[in-house]
């Protein structure tokens, strides 16, 4: 287990952004995306922090939900340019992801996308800080980021110790204002996170139990924070929850986790823009579906704990009428995008060219084509 990221938890934490800043120099890029921060006023409080501590700070603003390469690459220019000592991204997982490539490509040579496809090796990065303002990916506490490129109709994940941020501030208070169709996106994000590492390979009786309570915290108090969404409490419940289970816990004690959903749910992404965490509760049910007969009693033991009945088949509509309670959508045709005829066979183009796969779970054609059909219907 490695986790170096300091975290900061609870109401106003973001006061001590500012002196935390100033260990790392005097120059900041504030990284954040289409204009939440403002509205919400995040972003006054994060300036007001910086500009106190004497931090001089220069801006890329714009990021998009599922973040593109390009944006990368222009703020690491920026970043270059003015000769900044430290990232600041203040926002959701793009906003994070995006900074976290930022933060590699910045001193490198090489382009943010050979080196999230594995070709080069990050060599050093520029020390990052995190202002989160959504629950659901983790990227907070973790050394992951991914990145869309539009192109080669690629969405990739990429993970390395360089990639940590060095300290995270959690105001569960700047989730108060998610709309209630990203909160629910969050809370399947955070659910799916278990679920691909229970999963994963290898036995851990001890990370299962750590992964049952996050999942059933989820499945308590992510309904009951939809009824309630301004109510503080449940944010800090949903959003430390989001937080542990992608930090390494849930991982801990396997050789990996599978994370086969999750690429199927990323080439939803690529081709109709699907938020993450819709992409997730569309692709989960299909994929538990198709596992159903390999490993009946993986699934079970899961439903036994989770739900309180072992049965497969009811364990797999438990979690499927659990997306729907929230409101995330549990089928392409329930995510009001015009797919069209086409859409079947370009979801099929779209994971061969992304070799969508589980390590664990290993996907053949035959597979891919019963995957798509249970997502679309
Ligand atoms: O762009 P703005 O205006 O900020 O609006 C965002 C965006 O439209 C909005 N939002 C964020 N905070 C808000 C808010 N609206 C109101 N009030 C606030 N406080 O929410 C929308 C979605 O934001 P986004 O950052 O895209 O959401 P999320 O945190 O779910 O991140 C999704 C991205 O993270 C990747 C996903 O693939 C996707 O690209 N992931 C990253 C992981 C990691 N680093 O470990 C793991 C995950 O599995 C995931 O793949
Ligand atoms: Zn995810």
Known sequence: ???????????????????????????ALLVYG????????EY???????????????????????????????????????????????????????????????????????????????????????????????????????????????????????????????DPSFTLSVPADHTAYGVVDLIAHCLEGWFGEGEASLTDRFIVSIIREAVEY???????PDNYDLRARIMFAATMALNGLTATGRKSGDWGVHAIGHCLSVLWDIPHGASLSIAFPAWMKLQESRIPERISTLGREVFGS??????????????????????????????????????LEVMKINEVNGSVHKLSESDYHFLVREMMQ
Request: hydrophobic share 35%; aromatic share 6%.
């Open 310 to 347: 072992s049965d497969p088949s009811q364990t797999i509509r438990h979690f499927s009428d659990f997306f729907s309670l929230l409101g995330s959508p549990v089928k392409i045709s329930g995510t009001g995008i015009e797919a069209g005829d086409k859409a079947p066979a370009r979801l």
């Open 1 to 27: 287990m490695y986790n170096p990221v300091k975290l900061h938890f609870g109401k106003g934490v973001t006061q001590k952004l500012g002196k935390a800043a100033s260990g790392y120099g005097k120059k």
């Open 34 to 41: 289409k204009g939440s921060v403002k509205k919400s006023g």
């Open 222 to 228: 992510g309904p009951a924070l939809l009824r309630e």
């Open 44 to 170: 006054d409080q994060v300036i007001k922090s910086l500009t106190g501590a004497g931090i001089e700070v220069f801006e890329y603003p714009g990021i998009k939900p599922n973040p593109v390469v390009e944006d990368v690459e222009k703020a690491a220019e920026l970043g270059r340019e003015k000769g900044v000592e430290m990232i600041i991204a203040v926002g959701g997982g793009s906003v994070l992801d995006s900074a976290k490539y930022i933060s590699i490509s910045m001193p490198s040579e090489h382009s943010c996308w050979e080196m999230a496809s594995g070709k080069i090796k990050p060599e050093a990065s520029v020390p990052l800080l995190g202002v989160l303002t959504l629950a659901a990916t983790g990227s907070e506490m973790n050394m992951f980021a991914v990145v869309q490129n539009d192109r080669e109709q690629k969405k990739i994940g990429y993970g390395h110790p360089l990639m940590f941020p060095k300290q995270s501030f959690l």
